[in-house]
T-cell receptor
Framework: DTGVSQNPRHKITKRGQNVTFRCDPI?????LYWYRQTLGQGPEFLTY????????KSRLLSDRFSAERPKGSFSTLEIQRTEQGDSAMYLC?????????????FGPGTRLTVT | GIQVEQSPPDLILQEGANSTLRCNFS?????LQWFHQNPWGQLINLFY???GTKQNGRLSATTVATERYSLLYISSSQTTDSGVYFC??????????????FGSGTRLSIRP
C-alpha cells in the first residue's frame, strides 16, 4: 500500500471558478477526513466520512463546499465559486477502525491558489 | 469546544541537543497524535498516544490523560528534525469543528 494520495498536488484557479480535488485513502481504511491548512496555522477539520456516510461537517464548510465518498473508497471535495480566501492547503487523511482507535494517516495535500 | 495549546511556539537548537515539546488540552480525549510536518507540507505520523508512553528511536512521547497533557521528547537532534510539530486531539464529547483539533504547532529549527 502506497499511502494516502491526493490529486492534483497544485491548483491555480481564478476567482469564481469551481474546483474539485480527489483523495484516495489507504485501502480498507473506512474513515476519511478533509482538512484545510493556511500558512502558519495547524490543519482545521472540515468533514469526515465513515464508509460512504458523511458523519460530521464543520461550520467552516460553507454552502460552496461539498464532499462526497460515493462508494466508500475515494472522496472528492468541490469548491464552487472560489474566493481568494479559499487559498490554502487541502489535506486528506484516512484511518482504520481498529479496536476503537482512529490513527490518522495524511496525504501530501492539494495546494489551492485563487487569483 | 476543546482547546489545544502547544509550547513553545518556536525552538532553535544546535545539532545534538535534546528538546521537550508540550501539548495541553482542555478536556478528556479519546485520540491524541503527534505529527511532524516537513518543509514540503507532508504530515508524518510520529505517535498515536491517547495515554501512556511510547518510544521510537530518538523520539518518545508521554501522555498523562488525567492531567490533560502530552510531551514529545527529541534526543540528539539532527537537522532533519527541523519542521513543525503538531499535536492533534479528538474528543467524542463534541461534534463538528470541535471534534478534531490541532494545536498551533511548535516550529523546531536545528542548526548544524
Amino acid at each position: 500500500d502506497t499511502g494516502v494520495s491526493q490529486n492534483p498536488r497544485h491548483k491555480i484557479t481564478k476567482r469564481g471558478q469551481n474546483v474539485t480535488f480527489r483523495c484516495d485513502p489507504i485501502s480498507e481504511h473506512n474513515r476519511l477526513y478533509w482538512y484545510r491548512q493556511t500558512l502558519g496555522q495547524g490543519p482545521e477539520f472540515l468533514t469526515y466520512f465513515q464508509n460512504e456516510a458523511q458523519l460530521e461537517k464543520s461550520r467552516l464548510l460553507s454552502d460552496r463546499f461539498s464532499a462526497e465518498r460515493p462508494k466508500g473508497s475515494f472522496s472528492t471535495l468541490e469548491i464552487q465559486r472560489t474566493e481568494q480566501g479559499d487559498s490554502a492547503m487541502y489535506l486528506c487523511a484516512s484511518s482504520p477502525r481498529d479496536r476503537g482507535t482512529y490513527e490518522q494517516y495524511f496525504g501530501p495535500g492539494t495546494r489551492l491558489t485563487v487569483t | 469546544g476543546i482547546q489545544v495549546e502547544q509550547s513553545p511556539p518556536d525552538l532553535i537548537l544546535q545539532e545534538g541537543a535534546n528538546s521537550t515539546l508540550r501539548c495541553n488540552f482542555s478536556d478528556s480525549v479519546n485520540n491524541l497524535q503527534w505529527f511532524h510536518q516537513n518543509p514540503w507540507g507532508q504530515l508524518i505520523n510520529l505517535f498515536y498516544i491517547p495515554s501512556g508512553t511510547k518510544q521510537n528511536g530518538r523520539l518518545s512521547a508521554t501522555t498523562v490523560a488525567t492531567e490533560r497533557y502530552s510531551l514529545l521528547y527529541i534526543s540528539s537532534s539532527q537537522t532533519t528534525d527541523s519542521g513543525v510539530y503538531f499535536c492533534a486531539v479528538e474528543s467524542d464529547r463534541y461534534s463538528s469543528a470541535s471534534k478534531i483539533i490541532f494545536g498551533s504547532g511548535t516550529r523546531l529549527s536545528i542548526r548544524p
